[in-house]
Nanobody
Framework: VELVESGGGLVQAGGSLRLSCVTSGQSFRWYNMGWFRQAPTKEREFLATISRNGVVTYYSDSVKGRFTISRDNAKNTASLQMNSLKPEDTAVYYC??????????????????WGQGTQVTVSS
């Protein structure tokens, strides 16, 4: 299973970016999908997750109300809309696929497949 993120870049504080994650194969609709990020010297941090059918979503407190996760099963794509970006949002952002959990998980150990990451830099 290959996951490929895109959409990262440099943005000013208060701006927006939309990250996309395209997944190979025919099994995308069977995965809960998640987004994580990792800043230098920090642990990989959970941001958002979405259920297989797109109905259930969970967010970390740090991004709730600013970020929105979505998916399009017809296009094998998960997305993360990021608004009101702050300098502390600067990190490498990863999408991940969880084929096993019955409900979307906030635990990175639940995710078996990971993308290569995309850099997001927010300038002040």
């Amino acid at each position: 299973v290959e996951l490929v993120e895109s959409g990262g870049g440099l943005v000013q504080a208060g701006g927006s970016l939309r990250l996309s994650c395209v997944t190979s194969g025919q099994s995308f609709r069977w995965y809960n999908m998640g987004w994580f990020r990792q800043a230098p010297t920090k642990e990989r941090e959970f941001l958002a997750t979405i259920s297989r059918n797109g109905v259930v979503t969970y967010y970390s407190d740090s991004v709730k109300g600013r970020f929105t996760i979505s998916r399009d099963n017809a296009k094998n794509t998960a997305s993360l809309q990021m608004n009101s970006l702050k300098p502390e949002d600067t990190a490498v952002y990863y999408c991940a696929a969880d084929p096993r959990s019955s409900v979307p998980s906030t635990d990175r150990k639940s995710y078996d497949y990971w993308g290569q990451g995309t850099q997001v830099t927010v300038s002040s």
